[in-house]
């Protein structure tokens, strides 16, 4: 291993395991533009990892369910960096998330040669007061990495957007291309520490660079904006003319609840409403100082997220 003033990112082998994914996707277009050679990827979904074929041919791509041990954990065996992003957000059965967090996490370690450095990506629900299987097992994940003897990192990042986004920020900026008008539940004065994915990505490089020795950061946005700043933001972006309509809180609930009598996979539903009209705010630490990271604005953010020529188009399958 190179020293670690020195070490460079175009000189290590690196895996991603669910690197398919919004945060591995804006990974790996900053590895590659820094002349990142050596990079494998790891998902289980046939269309994610097409997109990252067609973004840089010849990236190395293997689709596989980590859940099952299997030949894919030979790619492990000499690697310099393993990066794990694989997670269970979101299912109907409390089963997947056990497997696809817990289980996938202790066949990744298994494969995981001592020489490498490892870096989790947590969440920041672990320092939250929720009780639901996504926390449990992601817990239960992070306490996989931190006794596993490897040399780690581990990060808790907050709600993130960026490039390839198809939920959060992602939805509401399509939502304000097909409509003349955008609801606004109450005054939209709600706050909220958006992360943006570009400087997630220049995080996780640090850590590839500097190794630093074991610990956990909570990684949060560095800016408090209001929703409704949010939404102004991204109409600014893109360049869009729909009108901004405040409409009270409870007339937004009945609105939701009809429309979910018609639709049963509703994009936006009565209890996402509750949580977005209550404050937002986490820790905020000098990520700045500790990774050698300059926080690009929000704004800035904003606009490259949204008004890129390629990636901006581009939408991912969950």
């Known amino acids: 291993m190179s020293d670690p003033d020195t070490r460079s990112v175009e000189n290590l082998k690196i895996v991603l395991t669910g690197g398919a994914g919004l945060v591995g996707q804006n990974l790996i277009v900053r590895l590659r533009e820094r002349g990142c050679r050596d990079l494998c990827i790891l998902d289980k979904s046939a269309h994610n990892l097409a997109i990252a074929r067609d973004l840089h041919p010849g990236i190395r791509a ?33 089963e997947e998330f056990y497997r696809n967090n817990v289980t996938a996490t202790e ?51 907050t709600l993130m957007f960026g490039w390839f986004d198809r939920k959060h920020l992602g939805w509401l900026s399509r939502f304000m291309s097909i409509t003349p008008v955008f609801p606004i539940p109450g005054d939209g004065e709600y706050l909220r520490q958006p992360l943006y994915a570009g400087n997630f990505s220049e995080i996780i490089i640090a850590c590839m660079e500097k190794q630093p020795p074991p610990q956990v950061y909570n990684i949060s946005g560095k800016e408090k904006i209001l929703f409704i700043d ?71 953010a904003v606009r490259e997220t949204f008004a890129h020529p390629v990636y901006s188009k581009v939408r991912l399958k969950f």
């Open 107 to 157: 066949n990744v370690l298994a494969a995981v040669p001592s020489s490498a450095y490892l870096i989790h990506v947590s969440s920041s629900v672990i320092e939250s007061e929720a009780d639901d299987h996504y926390t449990a097992t992601k817990q239960r994940q992070e306490e996989l990495v931190v006794a596993s003897g490897l040399r780690y990192t581990v990060l808790r990042p």
């Open 230 to 300: 949010i939404i102004c933001a991204i109409k600014a972006a893109k360049g869009s003319r729909c009108i901004l309509l405040k409409l009270p809180y409870r007339f937004f609930y009945f609105l939701l609840t009809v429309y979910a009598v018609f639709d049963r996979d509703p994009p936006f539903t009565t209890s996402q409403l509750e949580a977005l009209v209550i404050d937002e705010v986490f820790e905020d630490i000098d990520w700045e100082n500790i990774f050698g990271v300059n926080a690009i604005p929000f704004e800035r």
């Open 62 to 94: 293997v689709e596989t369910d980590l859940s099952r041990p299997g030949r894919w954990q030979d790619v492990f065996s000499d690697a310099d960096i393993v990066i794990t992003l694989h997670a269970q957000i979101s299912s109907l059965a409390p």
